[in-house]
């Protein structure tokens, strides 16, 4: 296995864990929201954009796997 190989593995990785991290915020976030729904209270803005917020690392990983071939071949590109 060559170098872009690797980094072409280990950029996906990376990505499939942003994934798994901006899953398990919005399920946090969703949660969170239905905790504070149930008490009867409105919430805060935080509440209410917290799982949202779990949408940017899923993008970026999602990016990250989708483009890992490029990625890869960008910063090895000399080689």
Do not use: H
Request: aromatic share 16%; proline share 3%; with cysteine.
């Amino acid at each position: 296995m060559n170098q872009k190989q690797l980094a072409n593995v280990l950029i996906k990785i990376l990505g499939l864990y942003c994934c798994v991290d901006g899953l398990v915020r919005m399920l946090s976030g969703f949660l969170n929201l239905f905790a504070v729904l149930t008490r009867g209270g409105f919430g805060s803005l935080y509440t209410w954009l917290n799982p949202f917020i779990g949408l940017v690392p899923l993008a970026i990983g999602f990016l990250f796997v989708v483009f890992s071939r490029s990625i890869a071949d960008f910063l090895f590109k000399d080689e």
